[in-house]
C-alpha cells in the first residue's frame, strides 16, 4: 500500500512553454502533498506544500506564478512550470503525507526528470 | 536555521558494518528520517525516529538522541547493492509535517 505515482517520468520542452507534473496517491488519500527538487548532486529542496482544496504554501525563494501548484482531490497533485527556462532543469518528485495515526511517514512518487533546452 | 549536517560521502567493505552520523538543530524538532536514494530514483523509506534509542530493522538500524540533536544509521553486513546516497531528514514541528532533507551521504561500498 501507500504508492504515489508520477507522470511524465522525463520530458524535454523548449525554454518559454509550460510543463504539467501530476502526482497521484494510488490506493490512499493523501492529507498533504510535497513537491521537491533536487538538481544534480544535490540533496531534495522543499518546493512547497499543498493541502487539498486551499492554496499551496511556497517555501522562501520560490516563485508561485512560476510553479503553479494545483491540489483538486486528495489523490491528485499537480504541478505547472510555467514558461520553463534551462535553469528550470531539474529532477521534480512529489511526495504524500498520510493520516495513518502510526506516524507521518511521507511517501515518495518515483519522481519526474525535466530538461528544458 | 534548520542546519542537517551529514558527510558528503563514505566508502566501506563489502561485509562490514558502516555508521552514518547525522546532526541537526534541536529547537522545533519533531522526528527524523532516513531514506535511501540510488541515483536518479526517489527517495524510498528506511527509518523513522521520535524517541530517543536505537531501532533495529533487519540490517540497518537507527539511533538518535533528542537531547543532543544526533542519529546515526547503521548499516551491517554490506552488500553492494547498498551503494547509494543516505539521507538524513528532519520534520519540524508545526501546522504541516514539514520535512527538511540533509544534503545525503553517498555511501559506496567495494569488494
Known amino acids: 500500500g501507500a504508492v504515489v505515482s508520477q507522470h511524465p517520468s522525463r520530458v524535454i520542452c523548449k525554454s518559454g512553454t509550460s510543463v504539467k507534473i501530476e502526482c497521484r496517491s494510488l490506493d490512499f488519500q493523501a492529507t498533504t502533498m510535497f513537491w521537491y527538487r533536487q538538481f544534480p548532486k544535490k540533496s531534495l529542496m522543499l518546493m512547497a506544500t499543498s493541502n487539498e482544496g486551499s492554496k499551496a504554501t511556497y517555501e522562501q525563494g520560490v516563485e508561485k506564478d512560476k510553479f503553479l501548484i494545483n491540489h483538486a482531490s486528495l489523490t491528485l497533485s499537480t504541478l505547472t512550470v510555467t514558461s520553463a527556462h534551462p535553469e528550470d532543469s531539474s529532477f521534480y518528485i512529489c511526495?504524500?503525507?498520510?493520516?495513518?495515526?502510526?506516524?507521518?511517514?511521507?511517501?515518495f512518487g518515483p519522481g519526474t526528470r525535466l530538461t528544458v533546452l | 536555521g534548520q542546519n542537517i549536517d551529514q558527510p558528503t560521502e563514505m566508502t566501506a567493505t563489502e561485509g562490514a558494518i558502516v555508521q552514518i552520523n547525522c546532526t541537526y538543530q534541536t529547537s522545533g524538532f519533531n522526528g527524523l528520517f532516513w531514506y535511501q536514494q540510488h541515483a536518479g530514483e526517489a527517495p524510498t523509506f528506511l527509518s523513522y525516529n521520535v524517541l530517543d534509542g536505537l531501532e533495529e530493522k533487519g540490517r540497518f538500524s537507527s539511533f538518535l538522541s533528542r537531547s543532543k540533536g544526533y542519529s546515526y544509521l547503521l548499516l551491517k553486513e554490506l552488500q553492494m547493492k547498498d551503494s547509494a546516497s543516505y539521507l538524513c531528514?528532519?520534520?519540524?514541528?508545526?501546522?504541516?509535517?514539514?520535512?527538511?532533507f540533509g544534503i545525503g551521504t553517498k555511501l559506496q561500498v567495494i569488494p
Open positions: 531528514a528532519v520534520v519540524w514541528a508545526g501546522g504541516y509535517q514539514k520535512v527538511t
Open positions: 511526495s504524500a503525507d498520510t493520516d495513518r495515526p502510526s506516524y507521518n511517514e511521507q511517501f
